[in-house]
């Protein structure tokens, strides 16, 4: 049982005060069924908040009611569910300041504010699933829906257990493993197999794709990104790269193409994973040519990630430039006066060779001189 006062007084009447501001919340954000939500209302979120786990007593106490009823009500209306599921979170996020209130009282344990903030993330769902249960209850989806419902909850990252139902229903045979795409657009063509699930609408169309179909097949030609194969419980994170990789492509940090995959630039993800510690590197590393006229400085940046690259000396250079060898000669002693001894330091090299590719790599503002290019 949770405790949300002091140890002398009644968990009760602590759970009462919570229930009441997180009620008195849901009626502020859902005006149209404030009637819904009486002194029962009020009552049973205060049993929720008490109890560690749902059970059958509280699913059918009288106060549950108000939560089924918004549900069908909300499904007549024509609406979706996100609403409830925000005014759920939302007024037990209100109730946190009167939770750290009672936390504060002389004699309350320092686990209160823990145990409180669990009991009202439980309670927001067990009202969203009151109220989900009672949606679907008044509608039948249809496949279509259910698909789409099936792909937020595996990009939700619930475990199997959570969604291999809804699978079923949605006619989804789980496979081994998935590869997401993310894609502009237009770029999905509409019509696919049962294997692929996919949402295509909004700013940003993903899909669910096994990893052993040919995902060209699925796309109209534009632009779109391929996260990394995952089992479907892991869904999110193949998403999630597969965006990133689309993200640096529109940045032009990534080479454009019809379809681009992230495992072909696992370098620049990982240089640009953190951009404001790159940018440090880059900053420090190449400081000695920072100053420099723009001209100069891409010719000496470029000869520099050169020489590093290369096993010889100035003629090799040269040759990968593109010009004399006595140009290479005079740019490699001019650098060795900017760059010292660091030339000959291995870590030192190493940063120099890490800051140059990402220079390589970031696109210049236009109006600026060409990008230095890789030996």
């Known amino acids: 049982m949770m405790t949300l006062t002091a140890s002398h007084a009644p968990a009760r009447s602590a759970a009462l005060v919570i229930a009441r501001v997180v009620v008195d919340g ?3 954000s859902l005006p149209e069924h404030a009637s819904l939500f009486d002194a029962r209302a009020t009552e049973f979120v205060a049993s929720v908040l008490e109890h560690d786990r749902m059970n059958s007593a509280l699913g059918i106490a009288a106060g549950a009611d108000a939560f089924r009823q918004v549900g069908v009500a909300e499904y007549a209306a024509g609406k979706d ?3 409830l599921s925000r005014a759920y979170h939302s007024s037990g996020r209100a109730a946190l300041p009167v939770l750290a209130s009672l936390s504060r009282q002389p ?3 320092s686990s209160v504010m823990d145990s409180g903030v669990e009991a009202l993330l439980r ?6 699933r009151l109220s989900t249960s009672a949606y679907r209850a008044a509608h039948t989806p249809s496949v279509a829906e259910l698909r789409q419902e099936l792909l937020k909850e595996l990009l939700s990252g619930r475990p199997p257990a959570k969604w291999a139902g809804l699978a ?5 045979v789980p496979p081994a493993r998935v590869v997401a795409v993310a894609a502009e657009p237009g770029a999905v063509r509409s019509s696919f197999g049962p294997e692929v699930l996919a949402d295509l609408g909004g700013e940003y169309p993903h899909l669910l794709v096994p990893d052993d179909v040919e995902i060209s097949g699925v796309l109209a030609g534009t632009r779109a990104a391929v996260g990394p194969a995952v089992a479907p419980a892991e869904a999110a994170v193949s998403l999630r790269w597969a965006r990133r990789t689309l993200e640096l ?3 032009e940090v990534i080479e454009d193409g019809p379809l681009v995959h992230w495992s072909d630039h696992l370098t620049t993800h990982w240089l640009f994973a953190d951009e404001v510690l790159t940018s440090a590197l880059v900053t420090r590393s190449l400081a000695p040519i920072a100053d420099l006229p723009a001209n100069e400085r891409t010719k000496l940046a470029e000869t520099l990630d050169a020489m590093l690259a290369a096993r010889g000396g100035a003629p090799e250079i040269a040759e990968n430039l593109g010009v004399h060898p006595q140009t290479v000669r005079n740019r490699l002693r001019r650098l060795r006066v900017l760059f010292g001894s660091r030339l000959d330091d291995p870590q030192a090299r190493l940063d120099l060779r890490i800051a140059l590719r990402v220079e390589l790599l970031t696109p210049e503002p236009a109006g600026t001189t060409t990008p230095i290019r890789a030996a």
């Open 123 to 128: 309670c927001a769902d067990v009202l969203i």
């Open 168 to 172: 079923a229903e949605a006619g989804w």
């Open 81 to 83: 569910l996100e609403r």
């Open 26 to 28: 849901i009626r502020h």
């Open 249 to 251: 492509v529109r940045r």
């Open 107 to 109: 004699g309350a344990g």
